[in-house]
């Protein structure tokens, strides 16, 4: 319940390229970040690589973020109510098609049905 900002970081001995990461949150609901930005040190500089708002609080987010070469990153929550923690965060050198069937579920999730529950959210 400290002030923010929170963050984690990754850092790699030597640059990684890569264009996906893979981020995972203890729960779905109040236990993922909702709003969080992606950043990588590039040229002794944090840049904001993504911006997400993750409004559905989605457990597991596949994030397609552009090419880059770092050996820095680190997701930053600015949300003074962070509640839940990160369990996990991978980043890949994805193919093409992969950042396209990404983008384009990205783009198709924001569009659900509310009232769509998953299997153990049924009442």
């Known amino acids: 319940m400290q002030k923010g900002?929170?963050?984690?970081?990754?850092?790699?001995?030597?640059?990684?390229?890569?264009n996906m990461i893979y981020i995972t949150f203890q729960n779905r609901g109040k236990l993922?970040?909702?709003?969080?930005?992606?950043?990588?040190?590039?040229?002794?500089?944090?840049?904001?690589?993504?911006?997400?708002?993750?409004?559905?609080?989605?457990?597991?987010?596949?994030?397609?973020?552009?090419?880059?070469?770092?050996?820095?990153?680190?997701?930053v929550s600015h949300d003074p109510h962070v509640?839940?923690?990160?369990?996990?965060i991978r980043v890949y050198n994805e193919p093409q098609h992969e950042l396209d069937i990404a983008s384009r579920v990205y783009k198709t999730i924001r569009k659900a049905d509310p009232n769509v529950l998953l299997p153990w959210e049924e009442e």
């Open 5 to 18: 900002p929170h963050w984690i970081e990754l850092n790699w001995s030597s640059p990684r390229e890569f």
């Open 32 to 75: 993922a970040w909702r709003n969080f930005c992606v950043e990588g040190k590039i040229n002794d500089t944090w840049q904001i690589l993504r911006i997400v708002d993750n409004y559905d609080e989605f457990r597991r987010l596949v994030l397609p973020i552009g090419y880059i070469k770092t050996d820095k990153i680190r997701i």
């Open 83 to 88: 509640r839940g923690g990160i369990c996990e």
